[in-house]
């Protein structure tokens, strides 16, 4: 991690980037989710969550780090204009964007996990700070909503997603 992420999403989050069986299989995935998610508007929506999870499983990626991105970005509108978690974001609809998330997440832990030395890497800051990472998921993530490296204004994507993250599995 770095001096910047809080405790808590390192410790939720750190080690889960591939963990694509967090919670067993598809249905599983789906019917937990949806039961553990009162108040955040999913009911009606399980064939979304069914997408996330087939994606984070085409891409080894923990599909309730693809699901919390899509609340964070888009407060879990399937029909929102703007891709969700997308590195080349090019408004196609969710099956689309969801497969663009979930390969772009891929994309940068495979950078890291092919890139580091030692079982750390650096990006380097342009806003001063020293930013080093010793997991891939946590790499990915600052790569995509920079709070080290780099200011982009979106400071509450970490805390919407340790919420999201741990109220999917009913923590």
Known sequence: GSSTDSPE????LTGQGRNT????????????????????????KESYLGQ???????????PLIVAGIWGTESG????????????????????????????SLNQLMSSFESHNIGGTLEIPSTIGNTCVYTDPF????????PICHAEDGNWAARGNLVSFYKKFQGL
Request: glycine share 10%; aromatic share 14%.
């Open 76 to 103: 879990f509108n399937p029909n929102l204009a703007y891709p969700f978690g997308c590195l080349n974001p090019n408004d196609a609809g969710f099956s689309e964007n969801v497969l663009c998330a979930a390969g």
């Open 9 to 12: 999403f390192l410790e939720l």
């Open 138 to 145: 946590i790499y990915a993530y600052e790569m995509y909503a």
């Open 21 to 44: 069986s967090v919670l067993d299989g598809r249905s599983t995935f789906v019917s937990t989710i949806v039961a553990n998610s009162s108040g955040l508007s999913l009911t009606g």
């Open 52 to 62: 996330i999870y087939d994606a984070g499983i085409k891409y080894n990626v923990n």
